[in-house]
C-alpha cells in the first residue's frame, strides 16, 4: 500500500493513526509503528470521513492522519510517499535507507550527491525516505540524524532531522570504526560495507581458497629492502602497492636490468634508472618505511597499441540477494602510464573491442565474458562466507598475453566512469541498483 500521511487537524494529545473506516478492521489490534529505528506504540482510530483508496499508487497515495505527537516522536519527513508493511502488530512505513558518507562531505553539494541523484531516478517506483549523513550528523543522545533528504517533487535533496535508518551503505572510510560498531549494535541494523580489507588482507582470504590461488600474482608484504630484492631476484620485474590506497596511487614498477634498477611510479610517464645498491634510498625517499606496502611478481598484460589494459566489473545483489554482473568495462592505460584508471588518464572500452584489439580473432569475446562473470561471482561467493554484509564490488581482473586470467584487486566502493562514455544506460542502473537491493533488505519491494 501506498501512504502519504497528514497531520491530524484535532490535536490529538497522544501517538494516534487516523484512517479510514475501510482499514479499521485491518489496523485495529495494530501496537506499534516502526519508521527507521523508530518503534512507537500507538491507538488506531477511523475517520468516517476520510476516503479510502483501494487502487492506490504512488501518484495517487491513501491518504491516513498521524496525531502530531506521533510525528514528533518518530521525527517524521510527512511531504513524501511512502509504502507501508504489516506484520501481527506493527505497521513499518519504508522503506528507510541511508547512505553513510565520508568525513570529506561534511557540507553537502550536488557535486557530491550527483551519484546519488541519479539512483533516485525511479524513485517513484519504490518511494521512501533515502538520506545521506556522515557520522558528525548523528546524534546518539537523541537518536536522529541530521542530514538530507531525497525530495523528489522537486528533485533534490533538502536538510531534515531523521531516525537513524536500520539499512545503510557505507560509502565513506575515512573515519574510525568505533562508529561502525556502534551502528552494529544496534538490535535489526544491516550496514553494508562495514569492513574495507585492505590489500593484503584480501590476498590472506583468498589465497586459503585453492580454487581461486590461480588467479592470485605471488604477493608478500613488505618489510625491508631484502623483501624487495627477494622479489626482483626471482621475478626480475615487480609492482609495489599501497595496502590502503586505491585509483593507482602509489604504484612503484621496477624491473631488474643487469645491474641496474628501472623505475616508474604512477605519477611519471618516463622511467628513470638508479643503481641497485641505490635500492635504500629509493625506499626512503618514497617513504615505504612510514607506508603498508606490498610486492607482487609483475604480470605482462595485455596490451593495446603497447597500453596495458585490464576489465573492470561491477558486481551488485538484485533485490533477490543474488550477485548479478551490472556491467563490464576495460579500462586502457594513458600513453606510458603504469595504471589504468580512468582519472589517470586511462580510456574505456569494451570487453569486445579491447579483445579483438589486443588478441584479434585468438580468443572468443563471448566465451570470455562467461568466464570473466563467472570468476567475479566466484569472488563474491567467497566474500559473503567472511560472514561481513556485502552488496556490491568493483573487480579489476586482467589478462596477460598468454590469455591467463589475474585477479587485480576489488573495491567496495567502486567508480565506475567509463560507463558514462561507454553506456550511459548501464551506468545509471549501476547507480540505482543498490537502492532497489537495500529497499528489499528493508523489507519493501519495487512495484
Given at each position: 500500500?501506498?501512504?502519504?500521511?497528514?497531520?491530524?487537524?484535532?490535536?490529538?494529545?497522544?501517538?494516534t493513526?487516523?484512517?479510514?473506516?475501510?482499514?479499521?478492521?485491518?489496523?485495529?489490534?495494530?501496537?506499534?509503528?516502526?519508521?527507521?529505528?523508530?518503534s512507537i506504540?500507538?491507538?488506531?482510530?477511523?475517520?468516517?470521513?476520510?476516503?479510502?483508496?483501494?487502487?492506490?499508487?504512488?501518484?495517487?497515495?491513501?491518504?491516513?492522519h498521524?496525531?502530531?505527537?506521533?510525528?514528533?516522536?518518530?521525527?517524521?519527513?510527512?511531504?513524501?510517499?511512502?509504502?507501508?508493511?504489516?506484520?501481527?502488530?506493527?505497521?513499518?512505513?519504508?522503506?528507510?535507507v541511508?547512505?553513510?558518507?565520508?568525513?570529506?562531505?561534511y557540507?553537502?553539494?550536488?557535486?557530491?550527491?550527483q551519484?546519488?541523484?541519479?539512483?533516485?531516478?525511479n524513485?517513484?517506483?519504490?518511494?521512501g525516505?533515502?538520506?545521506?549523513?556522515?557520522?558528525?550528523?548523528?546524534d546518539?543522545?537523541?537518536?536522529?540524524?541530521?542530514?538530507l533528504?531525497?525530495?523528489f517533487?522537486?528533485?533534490?535533496w533538502?536538510?531534515?532531522?531523521?531516525?537513524?535508518?536500520?539499512?545503510?551503505?557505507?560509502?565513506?572510510?575515512?573515519?574510525?570504526?568505533?562508529?561502525?560498531?556502534?551502528?552494529?549494535?544496534?538490535?535489526?541494523?544491516?550496514l553494508f560495507?562495514?569492513?574495507?580489507?585492505?590489500?593484503?588482507?584480501?590476498?590472506?582470504?583468498l589465497?586459503?581458497?585453492t580454487?581461486?590461488?590461480?588467479?592470485?600474482?605471488?604477493?608478500?608484504?613488505?618489510?625491508?629492502?631484502?623483501?624487495?630484492?627477494?622479489?626482483?631476484?626471482?621475478?626480475?620485474?615487480?609492482?609495489?602497492?599501497?595496502?590502503?590506497?586505491?585509483?593507482?596511487?602509489?604504484?612503484?614498477?621496477l624491473?631488474?636490468?643487469?645491474?641496474?634498477?628501472?623505475?616508474?611510479?604512477?605519477?611519471?610517464?618516463?622511467?628513470?634508472?638508479?643503481?641497485?645498491?641505490?635500492l635504500?634510498?629509493?625506499l626512503?625517499?618514497?617513504?615505504?618505511?612510514?607506508?603498508?606496502?606490498?610486492?607482487?611478481?609483475?604480470?605482462?598484460?595485455?596490451?593495446?597499441s603497447?597500453?596495458?589494459?585490464?576489465?573492470?566489473?561491477?558486481?551488485?545483489?538484485?533485490?533477490e540477494h543474488q550477485?548479478?554482473?551490472?556491467?563490464?568495462?576495460c579500462?586502457v592505460?594513458?600513453?606510458?602510464?603504469?595504471?589504468?584508471?580512468?582519472?589517470?588518464g586511462g580510456?574505456a572500452?569494451?570487453?569486445?573491442?579491447?579483445l579483438?584489439?589486443?588478441?584479434?580473432k585468438?580468443?572468443?569475446?563471448?566465451?570470455?565474458?562467461?568466464?570473466?562473470?563467472?570468476?567475479?561471482?566466484?569472488?563474491?561467493?567467497?566474500?559473503?562466507?567472511?560472514?561481513?554484509?556485502?552488496?556490491?564490488?568493483?573487480?579489476?581482473?586482467?589478462?596477460?598475453?598468454?590469455?591467463?586470467?589475474?585477479?587485480?584487486?576489488?573495491?567496495?566502493?567502486?567508480?565506475?566512469?567509463?560507463?558514462k562514455?561507454?553506456?550511459?544506460?548501464?551506468?545509471?542502473?549501476?547507480?540505482?541498483n543498490?537502492?532497489?537491493?537495500?529497499?528489499?533488505?528493508?523489507?519493501?519491494?519495487r512495484?
Amino acid at each position: 500500500m501506498w501512504v502519504k500521511i497528514q497531520k491530524a487537524t484535532d490535536n490529538e494529545g497522544d501517538t494516534t493513526i487516523i484512517v479510514p473506516s475501510e482499514l479499521n478492521e485491518q489496523w485495529l489490534h495494530k501496537t506499534h509503528v516502526q519508521y527507521g529505528e523508530r518503534s512507537i506504540p500507538i491507538t488506531v482510530k477511523v475517520d468516517v470521513n476520510l476516503v479510502y483508496n483501494q487502487e492506490n499508487n504512488y501518484e495517487n497515495p491513501q491518504m491516513i492522519h498521524f496525531s502530531s505527537a506521533l510525528i514528533e516522536k518518530l521525527d517524521l519527513i510527512d511531504k513524501i510517499t511512502y509504502q507501508i508493511s504489516e506484520d501481527n502488530e506493527t505497521i513499518s512505513l519504508g522503506p528507510i535507507v541511508g547512505f553513510l558518507l565520508g568525513d570529506q562531505q561534511y557540507y553537502y553539494h550536488d557535486r557530491y550527491l550527483q551519484e546519488l541523484t541519479i539512483s533516485m531516478e525511479n524513485y517513484a517506483k519504490i518511494g521512501g525516505l533515502f538520506m545521506a549523513f556522515n557520522h558528525f550528523s548523528v546524534d546518539w543522545d537523541q537518536r536522529v540524524v541530521h542530514g538530507l533528504f531525497y525530495d523528489f517533487e522537486l528533485k533534490k535533496w533538502s536538510y531534515g532531522r531523521m531516525p537513524i535508518p536500520m539499512v545503510i551503505y557505507r560509502r565513506g572510510f575515512t573515519y574510525g570504526n568505533r562508529f561502525v560498531e556502534r551502528l552494529q549494535q544496534l538490535k535489526g541494523m544491516f550496514l553494508f560495507n562495514e569492513i574495507r580489507f585492505n590489500k593484503w588482507q584480501m590476498y590472506n582470504l583468498l589465497q586459503d581458497h585453492t580454487s581461486f590461488q590461480t588467479y592470485l600474482p605471488e604477493t608478500v608484504r613488505y618489510v625491508n629492502a631484502d623483501s624487495i630484492k627477494q622479489m626482483i631476484d626471482k621475478y626480475k620485474k615487480i609492482i609495489l602497492k599501497p595496502a590502503d590506497l586505491s585509483r593507482g596511487r602509489g604504484i612503484i614498477v621496477l624491473e631488474k636490468i643487469k645491474e641496474k634498477i628501472k623505475v616508474r611510479d604512477y605519477r611519471s610517464v618516463v622511467p628513470y634508472f638508479i643503481e641497485e645498491n641505490n635500492l635504500q634510498s629509493l625506499l626512503e625517499g618514497e617513504n615505504l618505511f612510514k607506508n603498508d606496502y606490498i610486492i607482487q611478481q609483475y604480470i605482462n598484460l595485455a596490451r593495446i597499441s603497447d597500453a596495458l589494459w585490464d576489465i573492470r566489473i561491477v558486481m551488485q545483489k538484485d533485490p533477490e540477494h543474488q550477485w548479478r554482473c551490472s556491467g563490464i568495462e576495460c579500462r586502457v592505460a594513458g600513453r606510458n602510464r603504469v595504471i589504468t584508471n580512468i582519472s589517470n588518464g586511462g580510456r574505456a572500452l569494451t570487453l569486445k573491442q579491447a579483445l579483438l584489439e589486443s588478441f584479434e580473432k585468438e580468443i572468443d569475446p563471448e566465451i570470455t565474458e562467461l568466464e570473466v562473470i563467472r570468476i567475479s561471482e566466484q569472488f563474491c561467493k567467497l566474500m559473503d562466507q567472511t560472514g561481513y554484509k556485502f552488496a556490491e564490488f568493483g573487480l579489476d581482473l586482467a589478462i596477460d598475453e598468454e590469455m591467463n586470467f589475474w585477479f587485480i584487486e576489488a573495491n567496495v566502493r567502486p567508480t565506475f566512469n567509463g560507463f558514462k562514455t561507454l553506456d550511459m544506460e548501464i551506468y545509471k542502473k549501476i547507480c540505482e541498483n543498490p537502492v532497489f537491493f537495500a529497499s528489499s533488505v528493508a523489507g519493501f519491494k519495487r512495484m
